[in-house]
């Protein structure tokens, strides 16, 4: 009796060895005002190291924009859903270009921040987390650009339709997330041992995007490459994400759900193969 | 009886030395396709190195920590002393988690936090004011608690008139205090702290040492204080633990741990290779340094004894006149507090490969203790300064590293500030007392 109180009166054992799925969820909660402050960091340092600002995130997108209008809509005449050129591809990027930030910027997380992780402990997965809601800020604002362009087509009197679907991009919003979260993770937990896997990152970000429905509709990609495309978890969530605002897109439930569990495996993946890495990565980068 | 609140048990830790990947994918690929695939030797083997199974199982392992046990109470201030590479920064990380241990564990009570090195997290582009908060949270406090102690956070920095400039304006001692400030009013209850006391002016070191002090025997908590200076070791730790190659060689009473260091012959690490790289000397070159060994190269100096410093340099061109400088830093501020004359060492013309060697002493009790940079110099002395010369100068490379297991009353000090760094050395004398007696 004494014995057994004794033992839990400690707050803290550090051992060697935990289990896999020791998650530490409960020290990433008690540490909810480090991933506020971490976002106020990335956004303050972003604003004030640059001259136009906040202004950055919509050239980006916009220019964007315009060179696939260009290239992709004039020169190759890629079928757009019968949709406008500008606003379909705008709604692709703004979609892919935050899957593609979460993923590129959690990706580094382990050597961006070697320094401070081998100085004081917190529980690693709140940096990761701080750079998907970091994003989240950028993604609002390039929204904002998308529904600016949307407003300016329904007011020149161009014929679109919200679906229901629009329900569901919260749940988009989400996957978007957790997919970027999941292979960034993996990728800066292989990293710490592979440093030539950085290359790859950047590299197969832009690849991945053509094997999404980025510039062309699922509906005008070839029959026998289409199963390809459609397996990848970010096809589905923009296809969605366009009918669901611009009224033409592909949309199941099926492929919803299969997506939702292809990111939910990703994502799980790579949080324990996070969390295995952490333990002692200070070690070995 | 009191409560432990850190209680360690066979802790031990090992690092792999030597190449355990190749560092890239393609590399580990190719490996494992020459070695295993085609059965033939591994090309990235280093040359020389045995490839038998039992013999690679020890010499790969370097056990950094081996089966340390020792517990702490509740209040308690404890020193960790040991020379370089003895494990003392292993122990430190793994009580506050930056890495994981191989083996045993460490049970605590309450929150840690650590000052492995202050500042961490600090963004260039933030006003101190948003770095207080960052800086908090990173070291495990909740915002709430940040606010309610800001205004005791930006006194105790003394830089509240810059709050909210962003830090990268800050000079590097307002850095630091700000730091500082931030990690000393951390609620945890055990506090960890790695040789912060290196940084920062004199003053504000005082204010850290007396703000720790007052932090263990005022509220309570727990100390763990690692640090090459002995002298704060002393004024603050009533315990010290001795590490000896990752093991615990001591752990009692602080004064008879340093006094047992201080007598180890093993414990000199003074960095002589700096003499043997050519690149970083300052001076043209025509003489140099060979060998400078600080009261026969024993670490810690006692400032109550003659301290003697033995020169030995090598003449590598011929040289007109050889004449020696030896200038002391002061123990916080670096700036320099005293100087040698010059010193003729041969008026006469030495020839190329001549070695020279003398030892200079400081008088016994000239020094109060403490860190004290040294500056050698050889040169050639003019009148006109611009055309006064050196041959060599080894400038804080080497420190005089004074330690005394007394204290500053028991020396004959006066402990209440100010310090100053070395004895005046007064005769009194006309001594006359008239004594009256009131009613």
Redesign the interface.
């Known amino acids: 009796m004494n014995r057994n109180e004794r033992i839990q009166?400690?707050?803290?054992?550090?051992?060697?060895k935990t289990s896999l799925f020791d998650l530490k969820f409960n020290d990433v909660w008690?540490?909810r005002?480090?991933l506020?402050?971490?976002v106020?960091?990335d956004f303050?340092?972003f604003y004030?190291?640059t001259v136009f600002g906040p202004l950055w995130f919509f050239i980006q997108p916009l220019f964007t924009m315009i060179v696939y209008t260009f290239v992709f809509g004039n020169l190759a005449g890629i079928s757009t859903d019968g949709l406008p050129q500008p606003l379909f591809y705008l709604a692709g990027i703004t979609a892919w270009s935050y899957f593609a930030d979460c993923l590129t910027k959690t990706s580094t997380v382990f050597r961006d921040n070697a320094?401070?992780?081998?100085?004081?402990?917190?529980p690693r997965l709140i940096m990761p987390l701080s750079i998907v809601v970091s994003n989240l800020i950028r993604f609002g604002v390039q929204f904002l650009l998308f529904l600016v362009l949307l407003a300016y087509y329904y007011a020149i009197g161009v014929e679109l339709a919200f679906s229901w679907v629009l329900l569901l991009s919260p749940v988009l919003l989400v996957l978007m997330a957790l997919f970027g979260l999941g292979l960034g993770l993996i990728i800066t937990a292989l990293t710490t041992?592979?440093?030539?896997?950085t290359f790859l990152v950047t590299f197969g970000v832009q690849l991945m995007m053509y094997g999404t429905t980025v510039i062309y509709p699922l509906n005008a990609a070839p029959e026998n490459y289409k199963p390809w495309i459609a397996a990848n978890p970010m096809t589905t969530i923009i296809e969605t994400f366009r009918l669901a605002f611009l009224g033409a897109g592909n949309f199941s439930w099926a492929s919803l759900g299969y997506s939702s569990v292809a990111i939910g495996v990703i994502f799980i993946l790579g949080v324990l193969i996070f969390n295995k890495t952490e333990?002692?990565f200070?070690?070995t980068i | 009886m009191s409560r432990k609140v850190i209680?360690v048990h066979q802790l031990s830790k090992a690092?792999?030395i030597g190449e355990f990947?190749t560092?890239?994918?393609?590399k580990?690929l190719e490996r494992w396709w020459i070695t295993r695939v085609r059965g033939k030797e591994d090309p990235f083997l280093k040359v020389g190195e045995t490839n038998q199974r039992d013999k690679r199982g020890d010499s790969n392992v370097v056990w950094s920590l081996r089966d340390i046990n020792f517990s702490i109470d509740q209040g308690e201030a404890v020193g960790i002393i040991g020379k370089n590479g003895a494990g003392k920064s292993t122990l430190l990380?793994?009580?506050?988690?930056?890495?994981?241990?191989?083996?045993?564990?460490?049970?605590?009570?309450?929150?840690?936090a650590?000052l492995?090195?202050v500042g961490?997290?600090f963004?260039p582009?933030?006003t101190g004011r948003?770095n207080i908060?960052?800086n908090g949270?990173?070291?495990?406090?909740?915002?709430r608690e940040i606010s309610r102690k800001l205004e005791e956070i930006v006194d105790f920095s003394g830089v509240e008139r810059y709050i909210d400039t962003?830090v990268k304006r800050y000079s590097s001692g307002m850095y630091v205090r700000l730091a500082f400030a931030v990690a000393a009013h951390l609620e945890s209850e055990i506090l960890i702290v790695d040789e912060v006391l290196a940084v920062g002016d004199a003053d504000f070191q005082k204010k850290c040492l007396g703000k720790m002090g007052e932090v263990s025997k005022g509220e309570g908590r727990t100390i763990l204080f690692v640090s090459h200076n002995m002298a704060s070791v002393k004024a603050l730790c009533s315990r010290a633990i001795l590490l000896t190659d990752g093991q615990i060689s001591m752990n009692r009473d602080t004064s008879s741990v340093i006094k047992s260091y201080l007598n180890d012959p093993r414990s000199v690490p003074l960095e002589r290779d700096f003499l043997r790289d050519p690149a970083i000397r300052r001076g043209n070159g025509e003489a140099r340094f060979a060998e400078i060994l600080v009261n026969d190269g024993v670490e810690f100096i006692d400032p109550s004894k003659t301290i003697s410093i033995q020169c030995t340099i090598q003449v590598q061109k011929v040289i007109e006149s050889l004449f020696f400088t030896l200038m002391l830093r002061g123990r916080e501020s670096s700036e320099p507090i005293g100087a040698s004359r010059m010193i003729p060492v041969s008026k006469e013309n030495l020839e190329a490969g001549t070695i020279v060697s003398f030892t200079i002493s400081l008088p016994p009790g000239l020094l109060r203790t403490g860190m004290y940079p040294a500056y050698f110099w050889i040169g050639k002395p003019r009148k006109i300064i611009g055309e006064h010369y050196p041959y060599d100068v080894v400038d804080s490379r080497f420190y005089l590293n004074c330690v005394s297991d007394k204290d500053e009353y028991e020396l004959g000090y006066n402990p209440s500030d100010p310090v100053g760094f070395f004895t005046i050395d007064t005769k009194m004398r006309n001594l006359n007392i008239d004594q009256y007696v009131i009613k």
């Open positions: 009166d400690w707050d803290l054992i550090i051992e060697g008690q540490y005002d480090l506020a402050l971490l106020k960091r303050i340092s004030k190291q320094n401070i992780f081998g100085k004081v402990y917190f041992k592979y440093r030539d896997l333990r002692s200070v070690d | 209680e690092y792999q990947t560092g890239t994918l393609s580990d990380k793994l009580l506050s988690r930056v890495t994981a241990p191989t083996a045993g564990n460490i049970k605590v009570k309450g929150r840690i650590s492995l090195e961490t997290g963004h582009e933030l948003e908060y960052l949270a990173i070291l495990g406090m909740r915002k962003p």
